[in-house]
């Protein structure tokens, strides 16, 4: 199926959807959202396309640099997979090299990549974790995620405003001192 067939299919699929939720999918204001929704949704999925790993490899270079790297406060914006509704928030990642280094940007575009799919926040850590210790092979990698999940703030399960956080993390910041110098780090503005 070309992506125009596919893109069509899934909009006469949201017109339906908005026909069974009462609405008249011929007011002005609808006209054309079942193309827009169609449109919007395939850029929000559109990390499916992208091997993150690929992003990594095409700026991987060698350095003897052997301290933290940390990259902090990357935006990021995914869907979660269970309310199609948005999750986001900010990452924290870094990783102490093992004589290879990336591109600083490559880093943001992994969290990008993972983000632009149906996502849970738990498996987007370690996906970005696992994905920077297969390809850097670094002493360590460590990935934090602060997000606010739309499913829980608009549908009043839980508090409004409430952080979720997780974390993940390999080789050297399995010891308590690694991840407080980190923690400490992106901590100071
Ligand atoms: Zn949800």
Redesign the pocket.
């Known amino acids: 199926m070309s992506q125009a067939d596919k893109d069509a299919t899934i909009a006469r699929h949201y017109s339906e959807i908005l026909r069974l939720l009462g609405e008249d999918v011929h007011r002005e204001g609808l006209q054309k959202t079942p193309e827009r929704v169609a449109e919007s949704m395939r850029f929000l999925t559109s990390g499916y396309q992208t091997d993150p790993e690929d992003v990594l490899r095409s700026a991987m270079f060698t350095e003897d640099y052997r301290q933290m790297v940390i990259v902090k406060d990357i935006d990021f914006y995914s869907m979660?997979?269970?309310?199609?509704?948005p999750?986001f928030g900010k990452a924290h990642i870094a990783y102490i090299p093992n004589k290879k280094i990336t591109g600083l940007s490559k880093i943001a575009r992994v969290v990008e990549v993972f983000s632009r799919r149906l996502q849970?926040q738990e498996r987007m850590t370690t996906q970005i974790k696992e994905c920077i210790q297969n390809t850097l092979n670094p002493m360590g990698v460590m990935v934090i995620l602060e997000a606010q999940?739309?499913?829980?703030q608009m549908r009043g399960i839980q508090k409004q405003h409430s952080t979720t956080t997780t974390s993940d993390f390999t080789g050297v910041f399995e010891q308590a001192k690694t991840r407080e110098e980190f923690i400490s780090l992106i901590r100071t503005k």
């Open positions: 979660c997979e269970h309310h199609l509704l999750f849970v999940h739309l499913c829980m």
